[in-house]
């Protein structure tokens, strides 16, 4: 028995680690990233085809959020470099979405099942974000800039002009449009083969 307990809890943490889900090899290609998660890239042609949001655009904020991880969350803070205390925020996920903005998303869509550690429910969470953000603050889907600030500072904050005062934001806000024209660019030359279906 001693030797078997071990053992099972050996197993357990291999099938644990086995069920998640490991971030793309080459996260700068949007074509090596569905080639590597081909039903990534199913996922986020749903969310394009629901709610309107290019997938470049979405990927690129994605990107910028997570890094595609999974699990990614706002770093654990300290008291006197010690004594944790807790995290800035509750962002959680792909999408480093809070609490209560994902309770809203769920509640909105009825889909009280997501999750932030779901690919499919993260890029469909984006596209629903971005949607309101056109309807509530006039941004188009495809501007990555202006869809990014909204979705850093929220609908409130981005009619304030709060990344006003956040110097160092507006520069990751082009960082995410440089990368979503890239993605845009790439996608141009492998949709024909994502979209095919052997693949």
Same mark, same amino acid.
């Given at each position: 028995m001693t030797k078997v307990l071990p053992l099972l809890l050996l197993l357990s943490l291999t099938l644990l680690s086995a069920c998640a889900t490991t971030p793309? %090899?080459?996260?700068e290609d949007i074509? $090596?990233?569905?080639? $590597?998660?081909?039903?990534?890239?199913? @996922? !986020? $042609? @749903?969310?394009t085809e629901r709610w309107g949001t290019p997938m470049h655009v979405s990927m690129a904020m994605m990107y910028q959020e997570s890094s595609f991880r999974e699990d990614a969350r706002p770093p654990m803070q300290y008291f006197l470099w010690i004594i944790p205390i807790g995290r800035a925020s509750t962002a959680y996920g792909y999408a480093q979405v809070k609490d209560e903005t994902w309770e809203d998303y769920q509640n909105e869509t009825d889909n009280g099942w &997501?999750? %932030?550690? @779901? =690919? &499919? @429910?993260?890029?469909? =969470?984006?596209? /629903?974000?971005? *949607?309101?953000? +056109? +309807?509530? *603050?006039?941004?188009?889907?495809w501007d990555a800039y202006n869809q990014y600030l909204n979705y850093h500072?929220? /609908?409130?904050?981005?009619?304030?002009?709060?990344?006003?005062?956040?110097? /160092?934001?507006?520069?990751?806000? %082009?960082?995410? $449009? &440089?990368?979503?024209? %890239?993605? !845009?660019m790439q996608l141009h030359g492998c949709k024909d083969e994502l979209s095919s279906s052997w693949f």
């Open positions: 793309p %090899r080459q996260p074509c $090596e990233i569905f080639r $590597e998660k081909s039903d990534w890239y199913d @996922d !986020a $042609e @749903d969310a &997501a999750d %932030r550690d @779901d =690919f &499919a @429910d993260a890029i469909d =969470f984006m596209g /629903w974000y971005t *949607n309101k953000s +056109q +309807q509530l *603050n006039g941004v188009s889907k500072e929220g /609908w409130g904050g981005f009619r304030r002009g709060t990344y006003l005062q956040k110097s /160092w934001l507006p520069p990751v806000a %082009r960082k995410v $449009e &440089a990368r979503s024209k %890239r993605y !845009a």
